[in-house]
T-cell receptor
Framework: GENVEQHPSTLSVQEGDSAVIKCTYS??????FPWYKQELGKRPQLIIDIRSNVGEKKDQRIAVTLNKTAKHFSLHITETQPEDSAVYFCAATAYNQGGKLIFGQGTELSVKP | DADVTQTPRNRITKTGKRIMLECSQTKGHDRMYWYRQDPGLGLRLIYY???????NKGEISDGYSVSRQAQAKFSLSLESAIPNQTALYFCATSTGTGELFFGEGSRLTVL
């Protein structure tokens, strides 16, 4: 089955700096890669996703890149703000898995003012 | 707003007790999931159901059972709770093509 590894487990940046979180996956059949943000005491919520027919996707200050050959995908946050502080999870699945997402271990991002 | 509701939100119980966590949704989604969250381990899939008659084991199903009572209801049971089942449990729904919609979570403590 699918296995997703996420690094780093914690990340501390200064406000305005960029943050990068990386994930690797094992199942070459995986073709959907979402990122979820979980604020303290809240439920995880989708912030951006990418499908395997695309190499990069941007939404304002966040972007995701995918390298299918290397089985890597990354989340990039530019111009970080204190409200970006949260736990971020990557995940992967294949369409034939019916939405059964396998998650990475999570990255706790702290943005210091 | 259509939502995913979990009850109870917090529960403290003792080793050996039977516990049920309930999930109901008004999103009209067929697919429902139970995940467990532990610090440093991320979200791990316990069970999932694609419709009322289809239930599947996830990554960590041992010690758990589920019941899909209706399209909108999916319950997770711990037949005999043990301390290492102390965790935050999330129910989620989806249409199967992308985004998962999570409930607010149920924090379970087993003493």
């Amino acid at each position: 089955g699918e296995n997703v590894e996420q690094h780093p487990s914690t990340l501390s940046v200064q406000e305005g700096d960029s943050a990068v979180i990386k994930c690797t996956y094992s199942d070459s059949a995986s073709n959907y890669f979402p990122w979820y943000k979980q604020e303290l005491g809240k439920r995880p919520q989708l912030i951006i996703d990418i499908r395997s027919n695309v190499g990069e996707k941007k939404d304002q200050r966040i972007a995701v890149t995918l390298n299918k050959t290397a089985k890597h995908f990354s989340l990039h946050i530019t111009e970080t703000q204190p409200e970006d502080s949260a736990v971020y999870f990557c995940a992967a699945t294949a369409y034939n898995q019916g939405g059964k997402l396998i998650f990475g271990q999570g990255t706790e991002l702290s943005v210091k003012p | 707003d259509a939502d995913v509701t979990q009850t109870p939100r917090n529960r403290i119980t003792k080793t050996g007790k039977r516990i049920m966590l309930e999930c109901s949704q008004t999103k009209g989604h067929d697919r429902m999931y139970w995940y467990r969250q532990d610090p440093g381990l991320g979200l791990r899939l316990i069970y999932y159901s694609f419709d009322v008659k289809d239930i599947n084991k996830g990554e960590i199903s041992d010690g758990y059972s589920v019941s899909r009572q209706a399209q909108a209801k999916f319950s997770l049971s711990l037949e005999s709770a043990i301390p290492n089942q102390t965790a935050l449990y999330f129910c989620a729904t989806s249409t199967g093509t992308g985004e998962l919609f999570f409930g607010e979570g149920s924090r379970l403590t087993v003493l």
